[in-house]
């Protein structure tokens, strides 16, 4: 009976410091994002506590500011035009390493996601270095193709997990019944594979938007991506503007793939 | 071919429609006549079908007749699907060929193969609406717009199912389900149309249901079905012509009848329903009688042919049906002295094992005065026309 109390007890104690691991797990995670939010409004100079007001002066300050303007609109139009191209090749490969069968398959398999594996300094100063030895200058191109590398292997994992998921019965049946592969592609497959070509397109523009490393190595001169720009304002001074701005950028990368789940669920929430 | 409205045509009359549609077309298009005369509508011509070293289907030969029902039956693995997916499109067989209403289609791709599939889980579009997922095929046919919807409607009558069009298939059950896949095959009207265990995914009060009405629906439309199961009792219900495999061979092909009545092998035999397989050595073979001395040391009469010679070892199967348990013994039977070793009682029937002179024996029985329990002394008989005689190579001896 004793015996049974003490472990009872053991178990109580042994339950709550699992609680009190997890919840200071959270406050680890959140509250620099929570300071970062609830700062952006503060009326201070000074980018700190004690607050001395609620303000929305840095937001108004960011949107004059040319430079932080010019950089987000770099970073949306590249961020889009990697999570096109990648869902595009992503979509492609994926249904080539699950559906057929071809010599190389498994090098193929590494060889797409390796990028996702190695560190992003190694890739960054590999592909600039491969530039250089091509005697190519850096240019917007080479930033998207480099972004395109970066997210390619997460959209190529993300359809492969669903492809994998849908029976190839349907597609057989639709063979079966008169339409080509490429019609069953397109009335069978696609429309089942919705929901994941949605999650990757969020993902690859959310990869995108973020980078820093790699963005850093790639970017041509005197152009600057929303990350970059916000290390180099760092360089100069730790303003309350960055703040207002790492609000956004967290609304962006936080809201988007939320806001595109609920779409998709709504989508395709009725079907299976 | 047009498929007749199975309400507003009696199930009767159908044949005879049929033939004078027959002799309209051979009067007005010679050339289709000779279409029309070939019976056959499936034929596999020595195919083979390796997956690397492993031989899935070996060497098969197989003629399916115009209209006819038959069933692939066998254990699991034994290469049911293979030849179905062959005769689909959906694999290639290694060598020999494929013949479908008269055209060989070994290299004509799935899609340009006018061919009905039924899958075990029914595979219907989950994010197509049940109409839809009917009208798929037609639309790939250049059938115009009205057609497809009447046909769709047709078809939804046909399996019983009326004013499901709107619904999307995971609202409905799992019989309904399989009925739209079911729906959705014919409704091409193609050459032949495979299943490949449709029944298996439904539980066993429905399975016999689906069971009736498939096979209603089948002999309504007149179409060409090859059906794979490993339920014999599925095959022996449905079919006209059984076609037992085993390791890629065919064991047997015949009707329910032959298949059950006369196994061609040992294999046959123990697959299909409950045999006595009992080992003895040809002692005499006279005019179509052998006496046979078996390895228990009991003698018996057996209806044996003419390769039955004497001193060569035999296996004698008996179906367990076929033994009579505890009754006067017909002039010229076999009878052996016994004790029941078991009894399970079935109400209408029951199935007893009986230790007979040395042998174990199962009897399946259908009682009509009184249920034997362990212990009690039987006389078992059977006659010697129900014994078939397998020689060394486990085969029926002819
Ligand atoms: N794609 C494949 N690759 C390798 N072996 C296969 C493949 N498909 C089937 N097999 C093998 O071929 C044999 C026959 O399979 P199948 O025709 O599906 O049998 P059944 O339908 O009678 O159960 C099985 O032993 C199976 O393991
Ligand atoms: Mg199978």
């Known amino acids: 009976m004793k015996v049974r109390q003490a472990e009872d007890a053991s178990g109580v104690w042994g339950w709550r410091a699992v609680k009190l691991l997890t919840i200071a797990v959270y406050v680890f995670m959140f509250a620099p994002i929570i300071v970062t939010v609830i700062l952006s409004f503060n009326a201070s100079m000074f980018g700190g506590f004690p607050m001395t007001g609620l303000s929305l002066q840095w937001y108004g300050k960011l949107f004059q500011n040319e430079a932080v303007l010019r950089a987000f609109k770099t970073s949306i139009w590249i961020a889009i035009l990697t999570a096109i191209v990648c869902t595009v090749i992503g979509v492609m490969a994926a249904m080539a390493l699950t559906r057929y069968e071809f010599r190389g398959k498994q090098l193929m398999n590494t060889m797409v996601i390796m990028p996702a594996l190695v560190p992003e300094t190694i890739l960054g100063v590999g592909l600039l270095l491969l530039m250089k030895w091509a005697h190519q200058p850096r240019s917007y191109l080479l930033l998207v193709l480099g972004h395109i590398m970066l997210a390619l292997p997460f959209v190529v994992l993300v359809v492969q997990a669903r492809l994998i998921g849908i029976k190839r019965v349907y597609e057989e049946a639709a063979l079966s019944l008169g339409a080509s592969r490429f019609s069953t592609f397109r009335e069978v497959t696609l429309p089942l594979l919705m929901p994941a070509i949605v999650a990757a397109i969020l993902l690859v523009f959310t990869i995108s938007f973020d980078n820093i490393t790699a963005s850093l190595f790639w970017r041509p001169p005197g152009v600057e991506t929303m990350p970059t720009q916000i290390l180099a304002m760092l360089k100069i001074s730790i303003s309350p503007e960055i703040n207002a701005l790492g609000t956004l950028m967290i609304l962006i990368t936080v809201g988007l793939p939320l806001a595109g789940g609920l779409i998709g669920r709504i989508l395709f929430g009725n079907r299976q | ?398």
Not at chain 2, 77 to 100: H, N, Q
């Open chain 2, 1 to 398: 071919m047009e498929i007749p409205h199975p309400s507003r045509v009696p199930r009767a009359t159908l044949p005879a429609l049929r033939a004078v549609e027959g002799v309209l077309a051979c009067v007005s298009k010679p050339l289709a006549c000779y279409h029309l005369m070939t019976t056959t509508a499936v034929d596999l011509k020595s195919v083979t079908l390796t997956y690397g070293p492993f031989v899935a289907v070996k060497d098969v030969d197989l003629a399916i007749e115009k209209g006819s029902f038959v069933t692939l039956l066998g254990p699991s693995g034994c290469g049911k699907t293979t030849i179905l997916r062959s005769i689909a499109g959906l694999v290639t067989p290694t060598s020999g060929e494929i013949v479908v209403a008269g055209r060989l289609i070994n290299d004509v791709p799935i899609y340009k193969r006018n061919i009905g599939l039924v899958f075990q889980n029914y595979a219907l579009f989950p994010h197509k609406t049940v109409e839809d997922n009917i009208a798929f095929g037609l639309k790939y046919r250049d059938v115009p717009r009205l057609e497809i919807a009447r046909k769709v409607k047709r078809a939804l009558d046909m399996v019983r199912l009326p004013g499901v069009e709107k619904k999307l298939p995971s609202q409905l059950s799992g019989g309904q389900q399989q009925r739209i896949a079911l729906a959705r095959a014919i409704v091409i009207e193609p050459d032949v149309l495979l299943l490949d265990e449709p029944l298996s995914a439904l539980d066993a009060n429905l399975r016999e249901e689906m069971r009736t009405e498939l096979k209603i629906i089948q002999r309504e439309v007149g179409i060409t079905t090859i059906f794979v199961t490993h339920d014999q009792e599925e095959a022996l219900a449905m079919s006209d012509r059984i076609v037992v495999m085993n390791h890629g061979l065919i064991e047997q092909n015949g009707t329910p009848e032959e298949v059950y009545r006369t196994p061609s092998s040992r294999f046959v035999a123990s697959f299909l329903g409950q045999s006595n397989l009992i080992a003895g050595t040809i002692a005499s073979n006279t005019r179509g009688k052998a006496k046979i001395t078996l390895d228990s040391g009991a003698s018996i009469d057996a209806a044996a042919p003419a390769s039955a010679k004497k001193g060569s070892k035999v296996t004698v199967v008996v179906r367990a049906q076929r033994l009579e348990v505890g009754k006067k013994a017909a002039a010229g039977s076999n009878r052996l002295q016994g004790r029941i070793a078991a009894t399970s009682y079935l109400g209408g029937t029951a199935i007893y094992i009986i230790e007979a002179e040395g042998l174990k024996l199962q009897a399946n029985t259908i009682i009509d005065t009184h249920v034997f329990r362990e212990g009690d002394a039987v006389d078992v008989s059977f006659s010697p026309g129900d014994c078939v005689l397998l020689g060394e190579d486990d085969r029926r001896l002819a």
